[in-house]
């Protein structure tokens, strides 16, 4: 039984004759699992030069591709359609296509950046348009995202993001548009899409910071990060000392207690890595707190508080990575921002204030970090079922849990599943980006 008892009704057949539809269960990933639960099927518009590259992926992950019947997965390539005729190849190639689409399954297609020409730059514009309107019309749990490709994009590039997007770590992504760029950093991955299935630790050799582990979805992030494969720091508050040091043993990393806000935060956080691991490859800005209050009753503590803990702190520690030496040159920085910074939210003007500044910040930052090789998201989470919701009234966590295109409230660990793949060395190409982890909420979208 899970905190969400409409849903787990839902499940039962005499619930349904009542009228009650059926809240579907997401596939979500279990290590060793397959990418996707059946067969997949590919398809091009324009002659897109990356089908052959997500075909072999697919083969190496032991996925077929089946010319009829149900599929767990579709990808479109469409990323050389520049007409309004292209356009209507896609409605051709979408619509059977999404008939076809299984329980639980995964559409995705790729699109070309806009041009200068007004035609191309209105046919690449109008997959955002597509993509989020099949997110909102395919049901049971299958899901609709838009990866917009750079026309110099090695295939490699595409590599982590289609695995992300098609197997059940994405289970709470719907309806999202995401660029992928050449990756940065002075060297190519000369790595190709036919490299090998995706090992079981993708993450396996590299160190992580989460801050804010002790509990929720910082907790997850930790669990998830060392589950494939990273040595993991967790960094929280004195006071959460004890749940603290329980992350740090079941994950087989270290602790660190320490307030992200102390003046001297930075310089005990850049300590703790040089002594205890001598680098840092993925650095996650969990930790967050929430003062609400009307804006018009609103005082400079709540205030002062919630921007020092989400917004200034990042930027602290952001700046003394980038300026030292112990980030690698893989380095990923993941923020956490929320779609309160996106949609605002009443009562949460501190907070959203810091959420969205933590977007401008990352937008800021990308380019700035490009050139050493890192990249820096920022992931905003919808609705996630952890102790700070299910303390809700009913009515207002019920809202906010069914006002998204999976009709229920996303877990931890779906927040944790997309830090883990912006974490990854492959995941170069992506940065500066905002991945909402909001089953396509309509707050925020
Ligand atoms: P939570 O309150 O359960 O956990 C936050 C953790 O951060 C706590 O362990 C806390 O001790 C730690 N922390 C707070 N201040 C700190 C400081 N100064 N130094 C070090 N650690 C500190 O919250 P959560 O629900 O797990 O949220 C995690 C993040 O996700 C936050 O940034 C939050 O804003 C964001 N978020 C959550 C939701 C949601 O639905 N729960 C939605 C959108 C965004």
């Not at 650095?283 to 018009?296: P, S, Y």
């Not at 921007?307 to 980038?322: F, K, P, T």
């Not at 877990?411 to 944790?416: I, M």
């Amino acid at each position: 039984m899970s905190n969400d008892t409409l849903r787990d009704l839902s499940q039962n057949p005499l619930v349904q004759r009542l009228g009650v539809p059926r809240i579907p269960v997401l596939r979500r990933h279990v290590p060793g699992a397959p990418l996707l639960d059946g067969p997949a099927l590919v398809g091009t518009v324009g002659g897109g030069t990356f089908a052959d590259a997500v075909r072999a992926l697919l083969k190496n992950e032991g996925v077929a591709e089946a010319a009829e019947g149900k599929v767990a997965g579709v990808v479109l390539d469409a990323t050389a359609a520049r007409t309004l005729d292209d356009l209507a190849a896609v409605q051709e190639f979408l619509t059977p296509a999404v008939r076809r689409l299984a329980p639980n399954g995964r559409l995705l297609v790729l699109a070309p950046e806009p041009t200068e020409d007004p035609e191309a730059a209105a046919v690449a514009q109008a997959f955002d348009g597509i993509v989020r309107s099949v997110a909102k019309e395919v049901r049971a749990g299958a899901t609709a995202n838009l990866l917009v490709v750079h026309p110099d994009a090695p295939p490699a590039a595409l590599d982590s993001s289609v695995r992300f997007l098609l197997s059940g770590r994405s289970a709470y992504v719907d309806g999202q548009v995401v660029h992928v760029g050449v990756p940065v950093g002075p060297e190519q991955d000369p790595i190709g899409m036919d490299a090998p299935a995706e090992p079981v630790a993708p993450l396996a050799g590299r160190v992580a910071v989460v801050t804010g582990a002790a509990r929720g979805i910082g907790a997850a992030i930790a669990d998830t990060l060392a589950r494939d494969g990273a040595v993991v720091v967790a960094v929280d508050v004195p006071a959460a000392g004890e749940a603290l040091a329980a992350v740090a043993n079941r994950t087989g990393g270290t602790a660190l207690q320490l307030d992200i806000t102390a003046p001297d935060a930075a310089d005990r956080l850049l300590a703790h890595l040089r002594e205890r691991h001598g680098r840092v490859d993925v650095v996650v800005h969990n930790a967050g707190i929430t003062r609400d209050k009307l804006l018009a009753n609103m005082d400079a503590d709540r205030w002062n508080a919630v921007l020092a803990v989400n917004l200034r702190a990042q930027l602290v520690i952001n700046g003394a990575l980038l300026e030292g030496d112990l980030l690698s040159d893989t380095g990923r920085i993941v923020c956490v921002a929320s779609t309160s910074g996106i949609a605002g939210n009443r009562g949460q003007t501190n907070y959203a204030a810091s959420k969205a500044g933590v977007i401008g910040m990352i937008r800021a930052l990308a380019p700035r970090a490009a050139a050493r090789g890192v990249t820096v998201n920022a992931v905003a989470p919808g609705f996630i079922e952890t102790e700070m919701t299910a303390r809700m009234p009913l009515g207002t966590r019920e809202g906010g849990r069914r006002i998204n295109s999976l009709r229920q409230g996303g877990l931890p660990v779906d927040v944790a599943e997309t830090v883990g793949w912006l974490g990854q060395a492959e995941s170069g190409g992506v940065t500066g980006q905002v991945v909402r982890v909001c089953g396509q909420s309509m707050i925020g979208a």
